[in-house]
C-alpha cells in the first residue's frame, strides 16, 4: 500500500462523499422510476400501511428524504467551511468559481425542497405526485450531476496544494 499526500487525500476525502451522493441519487432514481412504471396501487397501499421496509413507496420515502437530508448538509458544510477557505487559496481565480458553487448549491436546495414536498405528497393512486417525484428526480440528478462534475474540477487543483483541511 502506498502513502497518499496530505493534498491528494483531501481531494480523495471530496470525490469520495460526490461519488456516494452520486450512488444514492441514482438508488432514489431508480425507486421513482419502478413506482411510476406501474407498480399496482394495492401492492403500494398494503407497503404503506403496513410500514415494511422493503415496500417500494416507503423506501422510495425514506431514502428521498435521507438523500435530501445528506445534500443539503454537505452543501451547508461546503459553504461555511470550504469555500470560504478555496476563496483565500487564489481570490482572483476562484471568487467566480465559488460565487458558481454557491449559487448552484441554491438552485439544488430548491430542487432538494421540491423532491421533498413530492415525496411526501406522494399516495399510491396519485399518478400527478408520481410524476412531480419523477420529474423532480429528474431535474434535481441533471442539475446536481453536473454540479458535482465542476465543483471537482474547478477545485481540485485548489485542494491538491493544501496540506490539510480548513481549521484542521
Same mark, same amino acid.
Given at each position: 500500500m502506498t502513502a497518499?499526500?496530505?493534498a491528494e487525500g483531501m481531494l480523495r476525502d471530496l470525490l469520495w462523499v460526490h461519488d456516494m451522493l452520486r450512488r444514492?441519487?441514482?438508488t432514489c432514481r431508480t425507486l421513482a422510476s419502478d413506482i411510476s412504471s406501474g407498480v399496482p396501487a394495492a401492492v403500494i397501499r398494503s407497503t404503506v400501511e403496513s410500514l415494511q421496509t422493503a415496500g417500494p413507496l416507503w423506501q422510495l420515502r425514506m431514502n428521498c428524504l435521507r438523500y435530501c437530508s445528506i445534500v443539503?448538509?454537505?452543501?451547508?458544510?461546503e459553504d461555511v467551511a470550504l469555500f470560504p477557505? +478555496?476563496?483565500a487559496a487564489d481570490p482572483e481565480r476562484m471568487n467566480a468559481v465559488v460565487d458558481k458553487l454557491e449559487a448552484d448549491h441554491r +438552485? +439544488?436546495?430548491?430542487l432538494l425542497d421540491e423532491v421533498e414536498e413530492a415525496t411526501r405528497l406522494l399516495s399510491a393512486d396519485d399518478t400527478a405526485a408520481r410524476l412531480r417525484l419523477v420529474r423532480g428526480l429528474t431535474e434535481l440528478s441533471e442539475h446536481l450531476l453536473e454540479h458535482l462534475a465542476y465543483e471537482e474540477e474547478s477545485i481540485g487543483p485548489v485542494l491538491?496544494?493544501?496540506e490539510s483541511w480548513p481549521g484542521g
Amino acid at each position: 500500500m502506498t502513502a497518499v499526500e496530505p493534498a491528494e487525500g483531501m481531494l480523495r476525502d471530496l470525490l469520495w462523499v460526490h461519488d456516494m451522493l452520486r450512488r444514492d441519487l441514482a438508488t432514489c432514481r431508480t425507486l421513482a422510476s419502478d413506482i411510476s412504471s406501474g407498480v399496482p396501487a394495492a401492492v403500494i397501499r398494503s407497503t404503506v400501511e403496513s410500514l415494511q421496509t422493503a415496500g417500494p413507496l416507503w423506501q422510495l420515502r425514506m431514502n428521498c428524504l435521507r438523500y435530501c437530508s445528506i445534500v443539503h448538509s454537505h452543501h451547508h458544510l461546503e459553504d461555511v467551511a470550504l469555500f470560504p477557505a +478555496v476563496r483565500a487559496a487564489d481570490p482572483e481565480r476562484m471568487n467566480a468559481v465559488v460565487d458558481k458553487l454557491e449559487a448552484d448549491h441554491r +438552485v +439544488v436546495s430548491s430542487l432538494l425542497d421540491e423532491v421533498e414536498e413530492a415525496t411526501r405528497l406522494l399516495s399510491a393512486d396519485d399518478t400527478a405526485a408520481r410524476l412531480r417525484l419523477v420529474r423532480g428526480l429528474t431535474e434535481l440528478s441533471e442539475h446536481l450531476l453536473e454540479h458535482l462534475a465542476y465543483e471537482e474540477e474547478s477545485i481540485g487543483p485548489v485542494l491538491r496544494t493544501w496540506e490539510s483541511w480548513p481549521g484542521g
